[in-house]
């Protein structure tokens, strides 16, 4: 993107500094040609590049037949032409017409040097597109050298020789210099040109490009956003410029890794520029290819794909089958085959980019990437041979474009032994350099801005599977638990981290600093996709908010700075060793983890005293078939009870998958599971799982209560990192158990009515939304449930509210932090399908006036804004730890209540039963407090739910089954 912005800065004439330019070719003067020149120049390149290309092409053939024109005119007129091709997309055409302008211009001598200086320029973007960064880089400064000639320091001239020069150091991995040559060119541009000129914001968009690579996200979002504002406020209403710096936002959007906030603007973009360009333009091709990028990057392979292929098709039709703008879009293409498993596509596609860069002379980072992913591919296809060629061609060329230490060139080194490692048997160490890649691509997972870690650990799950693959083949089984912890650096094992990071800080006061730091960052991520959901819809976001979360943020981190030297160094994921791992564990305790990977996925069981490695049993597509038939028949059944079939074959298949033979080898009955799960298997609570195939037919109360479900032989408790296991030996946080408790709101809605969304309940006005809210069906069961948990705490160690009390105020009003066990038995509600309502939430009493204190929905963000320091805080609600079957963001609450300071969860996995949840957390509770060990607590408690006959249906999965524990 940033030699598009490049090009567009050299090639947009109504914004050069010279305000009267001489005419264009004095030297020809016949009125037909001349009519020809003026009604080409009256052509805007960027709105119609087509209409732009035919009539320069048209002057230029005049001018050819015309005697007594001089050769730099001829070449003026040359240059014209190279631009208008340049525009409609024919990049490598235009760069031959560039470079014949330019000898034509060196050749006339010292007072040509300005129209040299433009051929020239324009030869240097060109080559820098196309990869070829030495050409690039020696024109470039051979144009430097020429506008030093011409013009002092201080000059818009000299700025755009530093923006070029950083472009071109930025596409080589030098980012430093980058930066500081792209920033010189800023500090120039603000110092010579009027405040909101154009030229200062598309250089900042410049800059933000680079800082992405620099991983300074939340520095290139704040710029290109400031520049989309800047270029709105001074510019007409779709103007090109414009729909750049907002692409620039969105850009810095999906690199993060926040795919789901750069969708709904990178669809509003795209409307924009249909409308104002028409369906066949190049910057519409590249919006859609933008927006593909957000789709893939959250899994959508199937969605991205037709996009990609779109885009490619508006560039071939503009410049031809060898464009290498179609090219690269290709590429991105070729990556969705791959990932939909369509290999013979995505080499056929990938090959065919080869054929492009080959023809063009490409080379740099697109095409290490392709070659990467051909060796990934052929290794996967049983080719290794070949695929190891491809790799050794990759990493020679990351040598030659990228500096060492380059995230780029660590990946390549997992993935060359990576591909060792699929040729079977011929990896016999993992490779010290695998090593080093993966410290430097965990060293960065800050936990003080949790929220980036997340996003920047999504970005590099690939390296983090495979890297485990290596592992696996090596038999290194420690290696493997080290990699495995990176697998499984998601949100949910990330906010205990931070947590655990707070606990671990050294003092009161040092937490707070920490606290302060975590929870700014959280409020400017709120701040920002707020902003992104208003613009999605073409409102008018209000600036200074999100500036104002800016300042908070930057004003804690100064705060920890000043605690110590090193203050803001990143607090990096720490990975815990088997000695470690084992320390935490007591007798009768095994951890089981799991994660797929390229080669189909690899397991662990971690004892006191073993550590026993194996491949899993079932691949992630196998995996979520079963999942899909699984889940639907546990939620229908909470209803319908032992009337409901139930899907016996999946259930086992599941279990088989993860506990092979190797794996549950030396697994004694009753041990206590904690699981590190990963894909299908975090939407589904493992106590579910068939051990074995049923004895009989599952077609009765007994035939259910007797079938040999997994929590019959093993209490399971979920894991969000392994961490959160040394917490078990410093107790509770609060010095005696204490009970707090909100729940049984009033909702007057019909028990048996559908469920309710959030859209429901913000799509209208907020008296219209209370009355939604009012609507929910009453949970009977919820208010027995609380009094029986304060009866069995006394009533000195219990404070619960009910009914009309049970409400957000009072839960923000709360000294939560005296909690040790904390309970919401109240509706968990889903995001709804409006674009600006993305937050799950928990339901309380409706307020008479809904307010931005109390509207009802204690939402995620709230959540995690709470200060807890409880030892277990029980979800008893409606789908509060997963939404659908794909996991892909359901686990917000669990992960806000984490962050807020929980140390386990119970939560539910789909709608429960209100009965069954007050028997369960009631039951689980007294076995505690008479000192049980929860998760053996929990067990027993599910095991007396399946089989009390006063609960109707109590035996069926769906009704004792949703629910889980998470946590130590």
């Known amino acids: 993107m940033i030699w598009a912005l490049g090009l567009v800065l050299l090639a947009a004439p109504g914004l050069q500094a010279q305000e009267t330019p001489p005419p264009l070719a004095p030297s020809i003067v016949q009125a037909d040609a001349r009519a020809l020149i003026e009604a080409a120049e009256a052509i805007d390149m960027e709105e119609d590049p087509a209409g732009a290309r035919a009539a320069w092409q048209s002057a230029y053939d005049t001018v050819l037949t015309l005697e007594g024109v001089a050769q730099t005119d001829r070449a003026a007129i040359l240059n014209q032409l190279g631009s208008a091709i340049f525009y409609a997309g024919g990049r490598e055409e235009a760069l031959g017409l560039f470079r014949e302008a330019a000898s034509v211009f060196e050749a006339a001598g010292p007072d040509y040097l300005e129209p040299l200086e433009q051929a020239l320029g324009n030869v240097a973007s060109i080559l820098g597109t196309l990869g070829r960064l030495d050409e690039a880089e020696a024109a470039t400064r051979d144009v430097l050298a020429i506008r030093q000639q011409l013009y002092p320091e201080d000059h818009v001239q000299i700025a755009r020789s530093y923006f070029e020069l950083g472009s071109i150091l930025n596409a080589r991995g030098e980012l430093n210099d980058a930066i500081a040559l792209v920033e010189r060119s800023l500090r120039i541009r603000e110092t010579v040109l009027e405040e909101g000129h154009p030229h200062i914001a598309m250089t900042q968009v410049s800059l933000a490009a680079i800082l992405i690579r620099a991983y300074r996200f939340a520095d290139a979002a704040e710029l290109s956003r400031r520049a989309a504002e800047q270029l709105e406020a001074s510019l007409p209403p779709g103007h090109p410029f414009i729909g750049f710096a907002r692409s620039s936002y969105a850009g810095a959007l999906n690199a993060w890794g926040r795919y789901e906030a750069a969708e709904p603007l990178l669809r509003r973009i795209l409307e924009d520029r249909r409308a104002s360009l028409g369906d066949a333009h190049p910057q519409v091709a590249d919006t859609l290819n933008n927006l593909g990028v957000a789709l893939f990057g959250q899994g959508r392979s199937a969605e991205a794909r037709p996009l990609f292929l779109t885009a490619r098709d508006i560039y071939r039709n503009a410049a031809g089958a060898e464009s290498v703008e179609a090219a690269r879009m290709q590429m991105n293409a070729a990556d969705t085959a791959f990932a939909l498993g369509q290999y013979d596509d995505a080499r056929t596609e990938w090959l065919d980019v080869l054929g492009v860069f080959d023809a063009t002379g490409t080379a740099g980072p697109d095409r290490i990437r392709v070659l990467a992913e051909l060796a990934a591919l052929e290794a996967l296809d049983g080719n290794p041979a070949q695929g190891r060629d491809y790799i050794a061609n990759a990493r020679m060329l990351a040598a ?527 076995r505690a407090l008479a000192g049980e060990a929860r998760p053996q607590a929990f067990r027993g408690a599910m095991l007396e739910l399946m089989r009390n006959e006063a609960i109707p249906g109590s035996a069926h999965p769906g009704v004792w089954g949703p629910f889980a524990l998470i946590g130590r």
């Open 400 to 926: 030659a474009y990228l500096p060492e230490g380059h995230d780029r060139r660590h990946e390549l080194a997992i993935d060359e032994a990576w591909i060792s490692a699929m040729d079977g048997g011929t990896l016999q160490v993992v490779p010290q350099e695998v090593h080093a890649a993966m410290t430097a691509l965990s060293g960065n997972l800050d936990l003080a801005d949790v929220d980036s870690a997340r996003d920047m650990a999504r970005t590099r799950q690939r390296a983090f599977r495979r890297a485990l693959d290596i592992a696996f083949a090596a038999g290194d089984t420690q290696t493997a638990l080290r990699y495995m912890q990176m697998v499984h650096a998601t949100g949910l094992a990330l906010a205990a981290e931070a947590t655990a990071l707070r606990v671990s800080s050294g003092g009161a006061q040092t937490a707070d600093l920490v606290r302060a730091r975590q929870d700014s960052w959280r409020a400017l991520r709120l701040a920002e996709e707020n902003y992104v959901r208003v613009r999605s819809a073409s409102a008018s976001p209000d600036p200074q908010t999100l500036a104002a979360a800016r300042d908070a943020y930057e004003m804690a981190r100064t705060a920890m700075s000043g605690l110590s030297p090193d203050g803001n160094r990143a607090q990096g994921l720490e990975t815990l060793t088997l000695e470690t791992v084992q320390q935490m564990l007591g007798a009768g305790e095994h951890i089981i983890a799991f994660a797929f990977t390229p080669a189909g996925g690899v397991s662990l069981r971690i004892g006191q005293s073993d550590l026993v490695m194996d491949r899993l049993a079932i691949d992630r597509d196998a995996a979520q078939s079963a999942l899909a038939i699984l889940r639907p028949a546990l939620e229908a059944g909470a209803a319908a009870g032992v009337a409901r079939p139930f899907p016996a074959d999946e259930a086992h298949r599941l279990y088989a998958g993860v506990f092979t033979p190797r794996l549950t080898h030396g697994l004694e009955e009753e041990a206590a599971l904690f699981v590190l799960a990963d894909g299908p298997y975090r939407s589904i609570p493992f106590p579910v799982l068939l051990t074995g195939e049923p004895s009989r037919p599952l077609d009765s109360e007994a035939a259910y209560a007797g079938a040999p479900w997994l929590i019959a032989r093993h209490a399971v408790t979920t894991l969000a990192t392994l961490s959160v296991l040394r917490q078990r030996n410093d107790g509770p946080g609060s010095a005696e158990p204490y009970l707090i408790g909100f729940g049984a709101p009033v909702f007057s809605g019909d028990t048996g009515a559908e469920p309710v969304t959030l859209a429901a309940l913000t799509r209208s006005a907020s008296e219209e939304s209370g009355r939604a809210l009012s609507s929910l069906a009453p949970l009977p069961g919820a208010r027995a449930e609380l009094e029986e948990l304060a009866r069995l705490f006394g009533e000195d160690r219990a404070d619960i509210r009910l009914g009309v009390w049970a409400t957000e105020t009072a839960v923000k009003s709360a000294d939560l932090n005296r909690a040790s066990v904390l309970v919401f038995a109240t509706h968990g509600l889903l995001p709804g399908e409006l674009e600006t309502v993305l937050e799950p939430a928990l339901a309380f009493t409706p307020p008479a006036q809904p307010d931005a204190l109390d509207d009802g929905l204690l939402t995620a963000s709230e959540i995690a804004g709470l200060r807890l320091d409880a030892d277990w805080v029980v979800l008893s609600a409606c789908n509060t730890f997963t939404a659908d079957g794909t996991a892909t963001a359901p686990d917000r609450l669990a992960q806000a209540f984490l962050y807020a300071g929980a140390r386990s969860l119970l939560v539910s996995h789909w709608t429960v039963r209100d009965d069954a949840a007050a028997y369960l957390t009631a039951q689980t509770t007294r």
